[in-house]
């Protein structure tokens, strides 16, 4: 007579198996800070807007490149130039064009960071949101996460087999749920953020913002399987 070689998924009272879930939350802090820049122009005619907006751009684009290796990304997002109606009589016509570009630039020298938004803030018809404190993606704290929610399973799995006089014997399984920052890489939405907006330059540098940076919180979950040996009921 064969032997059915179909593994039995909730074990055999000589085979008996112990599923858990690991969890693990650790706190660290930020490696990144993220700055939204919104550059805008008005002008009566869409030539006029261009210019104003060209030359605010390339304003805003050669302060934070000056801060060198402290600005780690520096990106253009939306553009647009959009005519602004009004009504004539029973017709409709141009009153002026708004034009706007959008920018997100990345440091990760945050000494850095108070004195640039405060520079960009100061800026005419210039807005800055955040910033957006997160880690890489590459972070060890993922790991680390991981690695403490394997630990907090084995550890469950044990507890619950020593409860039944039994010890555990082998791994049958073990499921990533998932390790990820609870505060999402990118954009707006999460708590801890700055927002300025400016629309004229003084004539006086304004002073750096002094920003605390947000602990972040990475979470971990696996599940697991065991096989342990046959309780002492």
Do not use: C
């Amino acid at each position: 007579m064969t032997q059915d070689p179909t593994p039995q998924p909730y074990g055999t009272p000589e085979v008996p198996r112990v599923a858990v879930r690991g969890e693990a939350h650790i706190e660290v802090d930020p490696e990144i800070a993220r700055l939204g820049i919104t550059i805008s122009a008005r002008g009566t005619d869409r030539r006029t807007a261009l210019e104003d907006l060209t030359r605010r751009n390339t304003t805003v684009l050669d302060l934070v490149k000056s801060y060198g290796d402290a600005v780690e990304k520096l990106e253009t997002g939306t553009f647009s130039i959009t005519p602004e109606l009004t009504r004539h009589g029973r017709a409709e016509r141009i009153r002026a064009y708004h034009g706007r570009v959008h920018l997100t630039a990345e440091l990760g020298d945050f000494t850095a960071l108070g004195e640039l938004t405060t520079r960009l803030a100061d800026l005419e018809l210039t807005s800055v949101d955040g910033p957006w404190w997160a880690l890489r993606p590459d972070s060890p704290a993922h790991g680390d996460a991981r690695r403490q929610a394997v630990l907090e399973a084995v550890q469950r799995a044990r507890e619950y087999a020593t409860a039944l006089g039994a010890q555990l014997a082998a791994l049958v399984e073990l499921a990533d749920l998932g390790a990820e920052d609870t505060q999402p890489f990118g954009r707006p939405g999460t708590a801890g953020t700055m927002r300025s907006m400016a629309f004229a330059a003084d004539t006086e540098t304004a002073p750096a913002l002094d920003l605390e940076p947000q602990r972040q919180t990475v979470y971990a979950s696996v599940n697991a399987r065991f096989t342990m040996t046959p309780p002492r009921l």
